[in-house]
């Protein structure tokens, strides 16, 4: 960065001033059509920081409306099982503030929401997060301070759902044999079988 753009000062002599709308359409709740979305939406991107500042940004899916709307100011988020890092947890006990991007699959818009949250393990809160028989070990309670509706754009860009953008999957190396190169002594072909194996008897 350079020093004419390492303030906000300087970034607004290359970008222009948002227009009136950009601020108009910040919320600070969730309306009938920030709900309604969010009912609609299998996978959120998580972003948390570390009380260091270290970022983090985290993958969440589930059946659509996996996210609970308790109120207009409050979100439920479950916790499946995964692989035991608890990044996202660890920095939410030290540093509450994160930043939630819900998809919904043929929208090319997504829903940001911002606010401060907590780790919740009361039953009666888990119960009605439970998938195929089996609750979450936890959830994350969100207080919510800023809602809105992001333009398209990117995802259009992106052809994000277009299914002509779709790779082959062989073309990338499996889960498996990306672990075998960076971990030394890893086998590709078990550790393959125990994720397919992982994925088939406990997504819950």
Known sequence: MSDETANTAGLRTVYREPNER?????????DVHCRR?????PFVVLSTTSAQGRA????????????AVTDERTLLIPDRPGNNQIDSLRNIAEHPHVGLL???????????????????????L???????????VSAL?????????????????????EPAAQIQRSSFPTYGQV???????????????A???ANRTRLY
């Open 22 to 30: 950009a601020a108009l359409k910040v919320l600070d709740h969730l």
């Open 37 to 41: 979305f969010i009912a609609l939406s």
């Open 56 to 67: 983090d940004a985290s993958p969440r899916g589930d059946p659509p409306g996996f996210v």
């Open 102 to 124: 819900f998809f919904v699959p043929g929208m090319n818009e997504t829903l940001r929401v911002k606010g401060t949250a907590e780790i919740v393990t009361d039953a009666a």
């Open 126 to 136: 888990l119960e009605p997060l439970t998938v195929r028989g089996k609750p979450p």
């Open 141 to 161: 309670r969100v207080a919510v301070s800023e809602a809105f509706l992001h333009c398209g754009r990117a995802l259009i860009r992106s052809r994000l759902w």
């Open 179 to 193: 672990l075998a190169d960076q971990i030394a002594g890893a086998n590709a072909q078990a550790i393959d079988q």
């Open 195 to 197: 994720e397919d194996e």
